[in-house]
Nanobody, 126 residues
Framework: QLQLVESGGGLVQPGVSLRLSCAAS????????ILWHRQAPGKERVGSSC????????NYADSVKGRFTLFRDSAKNTVYLRMNSLKPEDTAVYYC???????????????????WGQGARVTVSS
């Protein structure tokens, strides 16, 4: 079965770090730019980050820049989202997605995606 599976979400206090994983099964992530979107309660899903096919570059929304980092582990066919200094406003369901576009090219969203994960819930609260 071709799918993306997120893991690593949970309930954490403000200021701590969390790492989300996006693992692919049935296909290789190495050919895809991988994006993370997030959907806060009562709001629309928005793009927050994108890592290039090579893993050598990534784009981030201003709201997470400097706190979130994307990196790839090709051997594990997984992309990780490291989230530091979490804030209550980071509370959301986080989705990873693979797009057929050639690379991020500075974008955080695309018109079409080949695969979506089921989402990982992150709650930041004291």
């Amino acid at each position: 079965q071709l799918q993306l599976v997120e893991s690593g979400g949970g309930l954490v206090q403000p200021g701590v770090s969390l790492r989300l994983s996006c693992a692919a099964s049935g296909f290789s992530l190495v050919y895809y730019p991988i994006l993370w979107h997030r959907q806060a309660p009562g709001k629309e899903r928005v793009g927050s980050s994108c890592i290039s096919v090579s893993g050598g570059s990534a784009n981030y929304a201003d709201s997470v820049k400097g706190r979130f980092t994307l990196f790839r582990d090709s051997a594990k066919n997984t992309v990780y989202l490291r989230m530091n200094s979490l804030k209550p406003e980071d509370t959301a369901v986080y989705y990873c997605a693979a797009t057929k576009y050639s690379d991020c090219s500075g974008r955080l969203t695309f018109n079409s995606y080949d695969y979506w994960g089921q989402g990982a819930r992150v709650t930041v609260s004291s």
